[in-house]
């Protein structure tokens, strides 16, 4: 059975910072490439960053400089850095992953940034 479990969420003043954590199980975590992704009250869901097997990653741009994407194969786990928190990074934070053309995703984790 895959499962995703996100923590690390939380209430966090703007310039504040959090470390999100995402753990897997019943997968090859280590082939695929995992994302962090996010939706706001209204908004849609929208990617924030990514990292594929090797390490390479890639961000939205709202978030580079700030949000680091990182992963540890040898735990199913990644992580996401969150630094200079500001008040539009207010979300539930998701991780998943793609296996052909279905997403998994987790059950998420609120980020809350005060102003």
């Known amino acids: 059975q895959v499962q995703l479990a996100e923590s690390g969420g939380g209430l966090v003043q703007a310039g504040g910072s959090l470390r999100l954590s995402c753990a897997a199980s019943?997968?090859?975590?280590?082939?695929?490439?995992m994302g962090w992704y996010r939706q706001a009250p209204g908004k849609q869901r929208e990617v924030v960053a990514s990292?594929?097997?090797?390490?390479?990653?890639d961000y939205a741009d709202s978030v580079k400089g700030r949000f680091t994407i990182s992963r540890d194969n040898a735990k199913n786990t990644v992580y996401l850095q969150m630094n200079s928190l500001k008040p539009e990074d207010t979300a539930v934070y998701y991780c998943?992953?793609?296996?052909?053309?279905?997403?998994?995703w987790g059950q998420g984790t609120q980020v809350t940034v005060s102003s």
């Open positions: 990292i594929t097997s090797r390490g390479i990653t």
């Open positions: 998943a992953y793609r296996k052909y053309a279905t997403y998994y």
């Open positions: 019943g997968i090859i975590f280590s082939s695929y490439v």
